[in-house]
């Protein structure tokens, strides 16, 4: 990692000092001090509520020494965060974090684990009771000091306690801190001065001994204890000893009042600033200069480091002295000379700024803005600016230009922000944002949106929507890659295979992302017609000549090789590769290769049976989950599930699972939470607990065997899981049939991993069905596959019939030393049963105990539930509205009521809640899971 040098802003380290008007506040002082025996406190609250005076007048008391770090934008840089967070514990602890910062000196990257470990270390060091506060937290953005931080909060040291003063709720773990009973909340209802205090506030800080209670009840009515509201009155009724005549908060003539008391004695040339300068966000001097000063535009960065123009100098010095008088402005970096103005002051100058100036005046302040923002690469208030300022061509203009660098950098949600600033009419007519919606709906799994836009696409640009041919030609070869990706999962491998090379002739060099997606999908589908060495030479040829010296094309590739190696079950080469891509993903800060390498090792080291080392790296996909494709993300919690499951951790493995569930659920993605409800009931079927023996869904959410097998988690082999549930010959027959249609497919792919897994299970099931020859041919099969790779968990996992016929298997000769191996794995399972029935209740059905299964309960329906009607009752279940339904469905809201109407006359229930409770008693829903 390259060494950077921090220059830190001291006065960030101080505790701020107190305002000249404070009045003593006992009850925050109380409720601060009855927090310190927690790990965490959170003050939450917008701007002007006291957060950090109330915080400061509690410190000032205290006994405890105190860290504090005034945080700003620039401070959700990861290192510079570190910084800052080591040099206020050193000025209470001055050896404080010499271990983290010797991390950043060696040659390998630390991982956020390494520094973690070692804060937390240094923090137990620290002598005595002790205090952190971290202040505008809100500001902080960047995921990994929100990871950093959560660690580092879950093994706080109990003699310290941490202080978070933000605007918002940060994006941290806040429910389970409150479930442990770790995290104590202050926020508006107990910031916001009460009547008696506004009281105290007019005759202590105002002297107005005068005012009467009812004025004082009418300034807490108005404005619900909002101090800086309080404080930007008191001029006016220090002056009237009273209200203005018609006064209302909400009413514009006290806001004209207040805008003309502060206005009416500044210089007109500050006047005019002030106005002009009220539409920005945030202020600096050559931003400003360029707001009003068209004719002298200024070339300097967001960083001001270009020599100031004569005006930019007069911008700089109206802003320093602003800041002097206290005049409604908020130094956001005093290094940058960054500024920000009191939201309720920059409301008054812009309701005044109306008044003075026409729409057109007003929409050419922005425009100049959003110029300047956007040659300073400020893209996003800048695209703010310019449609405000009605240039819509222009901010289109901008979004089309940073597709690509977006995408290659995988910023789709940024990406996702930016398009949705846009008019949605604007959108749906230009090919290029019609490409890069379809691009963020393929990254959220959505194959059937994909298609859509796709279609869309095509006809927008068969209409001419393109003047530029070779642009048209560009556009197309990324639909042609998109089309390949589709095919390729929807199991045309033929078909695949012509996209690719279509958008590869096509698609220009610079188009990296699009470029080694298609080279990508050209070799897996090449693997999948059975030419393994052509694939694996098309990819290396790409690596050795147009990835070349780039490590973000060469990680594409080897991701490729990787998949490539997977499905073809050498899984001793694609550990080998799988180290490859996380050292060149970590080099190049791709996350998602640096996530595929490790969850690639964590599936070896599960089959292996090396537990603790596939949930390490499993924890290591985890912790990149919000910068994945939702399926990936997922299977890290699946994965984790499994390892934890193995060593008989129930706890963990419940909460991993239920962590998998409220995922599913946050991405709206039915596919996902089918998957989840699958995996809980194939899990209850390795511990022997009594489950059902058919899942409603099956009809509506069923995968195709001809398509690929990527993930942990196949449905349609968990039904035949289930159908060695209560062995009828029906069942069997019927989990035969899936087998078998699975196996040809897996077979016509060359998917080796996956016929692997498909031949034991159909072992089990001849076995079952009293066929021991079959049974054994089948099992001998499948062990040929897994021997090479070392196998041990695809048998492990299937339970004591596996091993039954293992052993049988081994009597005959058949890879003893092999089987061997698997059956000392089988040994650790009393251990592991021993601890999950000691963990759990005597039973954990994901049935009720009567066994009731859709099949015998719709013998007690009125009328047996459609398909449709028990589609309807799963995301009933999943507490979706009417309308989210009808968008799932792609139906009208008028037939999910029609659909709901019918369930509730045959389930004899009157409402949501009645039906999902009386469904769960018929065993149609599957509720009472395994680790729920």
């Given at each position: 990692m390259p060494k950077k040098e921090y220059?830190?802003?001291?006065?960030?380290?101080?505790?701020?000092?107190?305002?000249?008007?404070?009045?003593?506040?006992?009850?925050?002082?109380?409720?601060?001090?009855?927090?310190?025996?927690?790990?965490?406190?959170?003050?939450?609250?917008?701007?002007?509520?006291?957060?950090?005076?109330?915080?400061?007048?509690?410190?000032?008391?205290?006994?405890?020494?105190?860290?504090?770090?005034?945080?700003d934008r620039d401070d959700s840089d990861f290192e510079r965060f570190l910084h800052y967070l080591v040099a206020a514990l050193q000025t209470i602890f001055p050896s404080f974090g010499a271990g983290a910062f010797r991390l950043f000196q060696e040659d390998q990257a630390p991982t956020l684990d390494e520094i973690a470990t070692i804060l937390c270390n240094d923090l137990l060091e620290i002598p005595g009771e002790f205090i952190l506060v971290l202040d505008d937290y809100h500001l902080?953005?960047?995921?990994?000091?929100?990871?950093?931080?959560?660690?580092?909060?879950?093994?706080?040291?109990?003699?310290?306690?941490?202080?978070?003063?933000?605007?918002?709720?940060?994006?941290?773990?806040?429910?389970?801190?409150?479930?442990?009973?770790?995290?104590?909340?202050?926020?508006?209802?107990?910031?916001?001065?009460?009547?008696?205090?506004?009281?105290?506030?007019?005759r202590q800080a105002c002297g107005l001994s005068a005012v009467t209670s009812k004025v004082v009840s009418e300034l807490a009515h108005q404005t619900e204890g909002w101090i800086t509201g309080l404080r930007l009155l008191a001029p006016t009724l220090s002056k009237n000893n009273a209200l203005p005549a018609g006064y209302t908060w909400s009413n514009p003539h006290i806001w004209s009042y207040l805008v003309e008391e502060v206005l009416a004695f500044q210089p007109p040339a500050v006047q005019t600033f002030l106005l002009q300068t009220s539409i920005l966000e945030w202020l600096c001097p050559s931003l400003c200069d360029a707001v009003l000063h068209d004719t002298a535009h200024s070339t300097a960065s967001v960083n001001e480091q270009a020599e100031p123009s004569p005006v930019e100098s007069q911008s700089r010095d109206i802003l320093e002295a602003l800041r002097r008088a206290n005049l409604f402005v908020v130094v956001i970096d005093e290094a940058k000379n960054h500024y920000r103005y009191h939201p309720l002051f920059q409301g008054?100058?812009?309701?005044?700024?109306?008044?003075?100036?026409?729409?057109?005046?007003?929409?050419?302040?922005?425009?100049?803005?959003?110029?300047?923002?956007?040659s300073a690469d400020e893209i996003e208030p800048a695209l703010s600016h310019l449609l405000t300022a009605g240039q819509v061509d222009r901010a289109v203009a901008l979004v089309e230009e940073s597709i690509q660098s977006l995408l290659a950098a995988e910023a789709y949600a940024k990406l996702d922000r930016w398009i949705d600033l846009l008019p949605e009419e604007r959108v749906r007519r230009r090919p290029a944002l019609l490409l890069a919606r379809t691009w963020q709906q393929r990254y959220r799994f959505r194959p059937g949106a994909v298609i859509m836009q796709l279609k869309q696409m095509a006809a927008l640009l068969d209409e001419g929507g393109v003047a530029d041919p070779l642009i048209e030609r560009t556009h197309r070869a990324q639909i042609d890659t998109l089309h390949s990706e589709y095919y390729y999962w929807l199991g045309d491998f033929d078909q695949s295979a012509v996209f690719a090379e279509q958008a590869l002739t096509a698609l220009p060099v610079n188009m990296i992302e699009c470029r080694a997606l298609a080279v990508s999908y050209l070799a897996l589908?090449?693997?999948?017609?059975?030419?393994?060495?052509?694939?694996?030479?098309?990819?290396?040829?790409?690596?050795?000549?147009?990835?070349?010296?780039?490590?973000?094309?060469?990680?594409?590739?080897?991701?490729?090789?990787?998949?490539?190696?997977?499905?073809?079950?050498?899984?001793?080469?694609?550990?080998?590769?799988?180290?490859?891509?996380?050292?060149?993903?970590?080099?190049?800060?791709?996350?998602?290769?640096?996530?595929?390498?490790?969850?690639?090792?964590?599936?070896?080291?599960?089959?292996?049976?090396?537990?603790?080392?596939?949930e390490c790296h499993f924890l290591k996909v985890n912790q990149l989950r919000q910068t994945l494709p939702i399926l990936l993300a997922l299977d890290s919690y699946l994965g984790l599930t499994l390892v934890y499951q193995a060593q008989g951790r129930i706890d963990k493995a419940r909460?991993?699972?239920?962590?998998?569930?409220?995922?599913?659920?946050?991405?709206?993605?039915?596919?996902?939470?089918?998957?989840?409800?699958?995996?809980?009931?194939?899990?209850?079927?390795?511990q022997g607990a009594q489950i059902a023996t058919d899942l409603p869904g099956w009809g509506f959410r069923s995968n195709s065997p001809d398509r690929p097998v990527l993930f942990l988690e196949v449905p349609a082999l968990t039904q035949t899981r289930l159908c060695l549930v209560q062995p009828t010959p029906a069942r069997l027959e019927k989990g035969m049939h899936i087998t078998q249609h699975w196996l040809q497919a897996a077979e016509a792919a060359h998917n080796t991993r996956l016929m692997t897994v498909i031949l034991a299970l159909q072992a089990l099931i001849?076995?079952?069905?009293?066929?021991?020859?079959?049974?054994?041919?089948?099992?001998?099969?499948?062990?040929?596959?897994?021997q090479p790779n070392g196998l041990l968990r695809t048998y492990v996992?299937?339970?004591?019939?596996?091993?039954?016929?293992?052993?049988?298997?081994?009597?005959?000769?058949?890879?003893?030393?092999?089987?061997?191996?698997?059956?000392?794995?089988?040994?650790?399972?009393?251990?592991?049963?021993?601890?999950?029935?000691?963990?759990q209740p005597a039973a954990t059905p994901i049935a009720p105990a009567t066994g009731a299964n859709p099949a015998s309960a719709a013998a007690e329906l009125i009328e047996p539930l459609s398909d449709r009607e028990l589609e309807?009752?799963?995301?009933?279940?999943?507490?979706?509205?009417?309308?989210?339904?009808?968008?799932?469905?792609?139906?009208?809201?008028?037939?999910?009521?029609?659909?709901?109407?019918?369930?509730?006359?045959?389930l004899r229930v009157n409402n949501r809640r009645g039906a999902v409770t009386k469904a769960q008693e018929l065993g149609l829903l599957v509720t009472d899971r395994v680790l729920n």
């Open positions: 220059m830190l802003l001291r006065t960030k380290l101080l505790l701020p000092p107190l305002p000249p008007d404070l009045i003593a506040r006992p009850q925050i002082v109380d409720t601060l001090n009855h927090a310190l025996n927690r790990t965490l406190t959170l003050v939450s609250a917008p701007a002007g509520f006291g957060k950090t005076t109330g915080v400061c007048q509690w410190l000032q008391n205290s006994s405890r020494p105190a860290a504090w770090v005034s945080l902080i953005q960047e995921q990994a000091v929100h990871h950093l931080l959560e660690k580092m909060i879950d093994y706080f040291p109990a003699h310290g306690h941490l202080v978070l003063i933000s605007r918002a709720d940060p994006l941290l773990p806040l429910t389970r801190w409150r479930g442990r009973g770790q995290l104590i909340e202050l926020r508006a209802a107990e910031l916001r001065f009460t009547t008696n205090e506004i009281a105290v506030y007019l008054l100058l812009q309701q005044q700024l109306r008044a003075s100036l026409t729409e057109d005046e007003i929409a050419d302040l922005h425009r100049r803005a959003g110029e300047w923002l956007a589908s090449r693997q999948a017609n059975g030419h393994l060495s052509d694939a694996l030479q098309q990819l290396n040829s790409f690596m050795a000549n147009e990835a070349a010296g780039n490590p973000f094309l060469e990680t594409r590739a080897l991701m490729a090789i990787q998949l490539v190696y997977y499905l073809s079950g050498h899984l001793g080469l694609l550990d080998q590769v799988s180290e490859r891509v996380i050292k060149v993903a970590t080099g190049c800060s791709l996350a998602s290769g640096v996530a595929w390498g490790h969850y690639f090792q964590g599936i070896i080291a599960y089959e292996k049976n090396a537990l603790e080392a596939a909460q991993a699972l239920n962590e998998a569930a409220e995922y599913a659920l946050e991405q709206r993605n039915l596919e996902l939470q089918f998957n989840v409800e699958t995996f809980r009931a194939r899990l209850a079927w390795q001849y076995e079952a069905q009293g066929q021991r020859v079959q049974a054994l041919t089948a099992l001998e099969r499948s062990l040929s596959f897994a996992d299937l339970g004591p019939v596996m091993a039954h016929l293992l052993r049988e298997l081994a009597r005959r000769g058949v890879a003893s030393g092999y089987i061997g191996q698997i059956l000392a794995a089988f040994d650790l399972r009393p251990l592991v049963e021993t601890n999950l029935a000691m963990a309807v009752l799963w995301l009933l279940f999943d507490r979706f509205s009417n309308k989210e339904i009808a968008q799932h469905l792609v139906i009208s809201p008028l037939t999910v009521k029609k659909h709901t109407s019918n369930i509730y006359q045959k």
